[in-house]
């Protein structure tokens, strides 16, 4: 184990993807080395151990970083291209929905596009409506693409690795506000759509993902002190998520909730709530509650964003609630 917070984890994920195999490219605005490396460094030092050629600074264009990405993957190559924020994505979603996840389709599965798609976002910086949005069930809901969120630095390393071995594109989401903290670090490949219980309970399980998987840690230890058993599980891809962990759990605990950055509505905990309470029914002490931002725009507003999304009283509420 080594001690490094995401952004190194993620460098360190790149270098040793693309030292594995040569095919393996990097690519997005201010990559490479002369240009900083990436906007918070993620790719600092690459281009100089592996060379421009393989490491490119772009334009200021997501249509032609997610375009040349994707002719890159038809072509042989394992692209890793950067959007720097999720919701730059929009200006790219022809190339993202209608070519990159469907060419395995309209090919009879002739054509693979192993590509991955690296974006930032995550409210609480006062960024604004425009730059920290959760997305992930736009692309959720997009057969052919798979989406991973890391909530620690170990899944960011694993999941990048695994995720650029893909051979359909995947999109990986990295949460701001948990970029810069450093933790203890495992180097280990972490397969893509297998969830992690990453603390056992017996009363009430709850599901999340990214920065809801520390404050649902935070509630679980503040309600141990009163006698209730919380599960708690990283649900670390969202698509395809992994049925099986959750509905064992859940089959254990009788109750659910399921908590996310982005709005609740239409949203993952939607469709696993759905999920649970299908193939559960019957078999629930409580109704399937989930928790997700407020349906509106991000506010710019500090007190407002932090209304916006769920936090650990909230979070606690909700649990209280079911456990009641």
């Known amino acids: 184990m080594e001690k490094m917070n995401m952004i190194q984890a993620i460098n360190r994920a790149l270098h040793d993807a693309m030292e594995a195999d040569d095919t393996v490219l990097a690519l997005g605005e201010e990559v490479a080395d002369p240009e900083g490396g990436g906007i918070v460094g993620v790719t600092k030092g690459l281009s100089e151990r592996f060379g421009e050629d393989r490491v490119l600074s772009t334009p200021i264009s997501e249509q032609a970083i997610i375009g040349s990405a994707v002719g890159a993957a038809i072509g042989g190559f394992r692209p890793v291209a950067e959007l720097m924020l999720m919701n730059f994505s929009t200006v790219a979603m022809d190339m993202l929905v209608n070519h990159a996840a469907k060419l395995r389709f309209m090919s009879g599965g002739q054509t693979n596009v192993p590509m991955v798609v690296r974006t930032a976002t995550g409210a609480g910086l006062g960024t604004g409506g425009q730059h920290c949005d959760f997305l992930e069930a736009w692309f959720?809901?997009?057969?052919?693409?798979?989406?991973?969120?890391?909530?620690?630095?170990?899944?960011?390393?694993?999941?990048?690795?695994?995720?650029?071995?893909?051979?359909?594109?995947?999109?990986?989401?990295?949460?701001?506000?948990?970029?810069f903290g450093p933790m203890e670090t495992t180097l280990e490949k972490v397969p893509l759509g297998k969830a992690k219980v990453v603390r056992e309970g017996s009363d009430l399980t709850i599901v999340a993902y990214a920065l809801m998987v520390h404050h649902a840690l935070a509630v679980a230890a503040e309600l141990e002190k009163d006698g209730l058993s919380v599960e708690v599980i990283d649900l670390r891809t969202i698509a395809p998520w992994d049925r099986e962990t959750v509905l064992a759990s859940v089959a254990k605990t009788g109750r659910l909730l399921v908590v996310h950055e982005a709005v609740k509505e239409h949203g993952v905990g939607a469709e696993i709530a759905a999920v649970v309470g299908k193939e559960l029914f019957g078999k629930l002490k409580a109704p399937i509650d989930r928790l997700g931002a407020a349906f509106c725009a991000v506010p710019f507003s500090k007190p407002l964003e932090t209304a916006f999304v769920p936090n650990p009283a909230s979070i606690g509420a909700a649990a209280r609630a079911l456990l009641a």
């Open 140 to 179: 959720a809901h997009t057969a052919g693409m798979k989406v991973v969120i890391p909530s620690n630095s170990s899944d960011a390393y694993g999941l990048m690795r695994s995720a650029i071995e893909d051979d359909d594109p995947v999109i990986f989401v990295e949460t701001i506000p948990l970029l």
